[in-house]
């Protein structure tokens, strides 16, 4: 099994840096008046570029508020960033049965500082951020690039998120999916994916590492039904074969 974490709202919550880093670019360029947090918030999991358009930001400057945003954001994103509750205990567990990602909208290079930050890169074996890809999600890019990346196929791949973009991707990687909401989206809002939808990033571990179970369960029982069904597969083969070395005998 492989599992894929997106991060704001999924494992951390960064609601504090991010709004801190928009204000900050907005007043630089003089245009932080009108603009209301939710205006932000509502937001996050789109690319900056997306976000400074969607407040009103005229696309000849929007990367210009982008290179002020992500200038101040690597001076506090550490300090005000925090895991979410139970998604420290979330990944580890989750990596004592399947292989782990990152799929992000953020920065992969201060996504992966982060990470570091807070001791837990060592258990993903890829993050794949804003850089890494030409399409960001909710395309099925992202997905797909981390799939390359660890060499595996879509089978027994699920995407944890938080918010539609996550959901959309996955559905479009042709991978399963568990919508949480313990970030920016509603349970009406992920609901018409037709995912399964948990409390926190934790319960969606426990719903995988449930599902894992029923499958080690009873897979004994379909080795022996293989082994069984191959054992006669065997024998009528050889059956066969006596058979019609018998008839060319008698003939």
């Not at 027994?156 to 399963?176: F, K, P, Q, Y």
């Not at 069984?228 to 066969?240: C, D, G, N, Q, V």
Request: proline letters at 4%.
């Amino acid at each position: 099994m492989i599992i894929l974490f997106d991060l704001d709202g999924t494992l951390i919550d960064s609601t504090e840096a991010i709004l801190e880093s928009f204000y900050h670019a907005l007043a630089y360029y003089g245009e932080r008046d009108g603009v209301q947090p939710h205006q932000i918030t509502s937001q996050i999991g789109h690319p900056l570029e997306v976000m400074f358009a969607g407040v009103g930001i005229e696309a000849s400057t929007v990367d210009a508020h982008v290179a002020s945003y992500k200038a101040h954001y690597r001076t506090i994103a550490c300090q005000k960033t925090v895991m979410l509750p139970d998604a420290v205990r979330a990944i580890e567990e989750a990596s004592t049965f399947a292989r782990l990602g990152i799929v992000t909208t953020k920065t992969g290079r201060y996504s992966r500082e982060l990470m570091e930050y807070f001791g837990i890169m060592h258990h993903f074996e890829v993050l794949v951020g804003f850089e890494d890809v030409e399409h960001r999600k909710p395309h099925p890019e992202p997905i797909l690039k981390a799939l390359e990346q660890m060499g595996a196929s879509r089978d027994n791949v699920w995407m944890i998120g938080d918010t539609c973009l996550d959901l959309e991707a996955s559905a479009r990687a042709g991978v399963e999916a568990i919508g949480v909401l313990s970030g920016y989206d509603t349970h009406e809002q992920l609901a018409p994916f037709q995912y399964p939808i948990e409390k926190n990033v934790l319960e969606a571990v426990w719903f995988l590492q449930k599902k894992r179970d029923k499958v080690t369960l009873f897979f004994p029982f379909i080795a022996h039904y293989r082994a069984e069904k191959l054992h006669l597969r065997a024998s009528f083969i050889e059956y066969t074969t006596l058979i019609d070395a018998s008839l060319k005998f008698t003939s």
